[in-house]
């Protein structure tokens, strides 16, 4: 009954800048916390960035100081901007939230996850 979508993805120059969006849907109560992941071939799922209901932020080590993570309470959407970036910031982006769901109440929360989106940095 929830599900989340993602957008804004595509191919930019390195040095450039991009701007993720995720919007989740469906019968939400409560939406905790928000975050990002970072996902290559061969590689793991990567922390980002999260962000809690109250506004702490959390950042992965490679992206801290060219990557700002916000949300949207009232459109159930978090955002990623990405400034500066780097080849090696090539990847799917997955969007996850941590969501409270009315139509499902005893299972307390759980996490969501978007459908992707790649984001390619290439000259």
């Known amino acids: 009954q929830v599900q989340l979508v993602e957008s804004g993805g595509g191919l930019v120059q390195p040095g450039g800048s991009l701007r993720l969006s995720c919007t989740a849907s469906g019968s939400i109560a409560n939406i905790n916390r928000m975050g990002w992941y970072q996902q290559s071939p061969g590689k793991q799922r990567e922390l980002v960035a999260t962000?809690?209901?109250?506004?702490?932020?959390n950042y992965g080590n490679s992206v801290k100081g060219r990557f700002t993570i916000s949300r949207d309470n009232a459109k159930n959407t978090v955002y990623l901007q990405m400034n500066s970036l780097k080849p090696e910031d090539t990847a799917v982006y997955y969007c996850?939230?941590?969501?409270?769901?009315?139509?499902?109440?005893?299972?307390?929360?759980?996490?969501?996850w978007g459908q992707g989106t790649q984001v390619t940095v290439s000259s």
């Open positions: 962000i809690t209901s109250g506004g702490t932020t």
């Open positions: 996850n939230m941590n969501i409270l769901d009315y139509k499902l109440p005893t299972l307390g929360w759980r996490d969501y």
